[in-house]
């Protein structure tokens, strides 16, 4: 499957589904549960403020080292 959000959960096996299918694809279960997106974004917002003082050192250094050499 592609890139991008899956909104749909199968209850026996945990895959997950960009629609709403009559079957899982892996088990063939055909009960799907919605899955909560604002847990996925939560995640994705942790990352990035986590690597948000690494990338701003980064440029800060970038910018002592072209100030101070040219």
């Given at each position: 499957?592609?890139?991008?959000?899956?909104?749909?959960?199968c209850?026996?096996?945990?895959?997950?589904?960009?629609?709403?299918?009559?079957?899982?694809?892996?088990?063939?279960?055909?009960?799907?549960?919605?899955?909560?997106n604002?847990?996925?974004?939560?995640?994705l917002?942790?990352?990035?403020?986590?690597?948000?003082?690494?990338?701003?050192?980064?440029?800060?250094?970038?910018?002592?080292?072209?100030?101070?050499?040219?």
């Open positions: 499957m592609g890139i991008g959000p899956k909104n749909w959960q209850k026996d096996c945990g895959r997950r589904h960009r629609n709403d299918r009559k079957q899982c694809v892996k088990c063939g279960y055909s009960v799907l549960e919605p899955v909560d604002e847990e996925r974004a939560g995640k917002t942790n990352a990035i403020l986590a690597l948000l003082p690494a990338l701003l050192a980064a440029l800060t250094m970038g910018l002592l080292a072209w100030v101070l050499f040219f």
